[in-house]
């Protein structure tokens, strides 16, 4: 069964740093697609990082260039580094596993870790 386990969330001023990460289990995750979403009080989850299993990343326009997701495949774990954070960056972020690198649906998601930024 595979299981997604967020680390790191906390409150954190406007113009911080913060570093979230994810452990994987119950799965092969050198071969594991895998990638960052957020949801925001009242409105839709939304994709914000990918990494491919060869390390390929890809970002959406509001994270880009203050986020960096990495991986570390020999301890399971994704990471999602944050910079430059803003009080709009505030939501629940949630690890992901994707069907494949060439795919974007989700197969598998983490609890969420709450992300709050004070302005």
Not at 61 to 75: I, L
Request: with cysteine; charged share 15%; net charge positive.
């Amino acid at each position: 069964q595979v299981r997604l386990v967020e680390y790191g969330g906390r409150m954190v001023q406007s113009g911080g740093s913060l570093r979230l990460s994810c452990v994987v289990s119950g799965t092969d995750f050198s071969s594991a697609a895998m990638g960052w979403s957020r949801q925001a009080p009242g409105q839709q989850r939304e994709s914000i990082a990918q990494i491919s299993s060869g390390g390929m990343t890809m970002y959406a326009d509001s994270v880009k260039g203050r986020f960096t997701v990495s991986r570390n495949n020999a301890m399971y774990t994704v990471y999602l580094q944050m910079t430059s954070l803003k009080p709009e960056d505030t939501a629940v972020y949630y690890c992901t596993l994707r069907e494949s690198d060439s795919s974007n649906r989700v197969v598998s998601w983490g609890q969420g870790t709450q992300v709050t930024v004070s302005s």
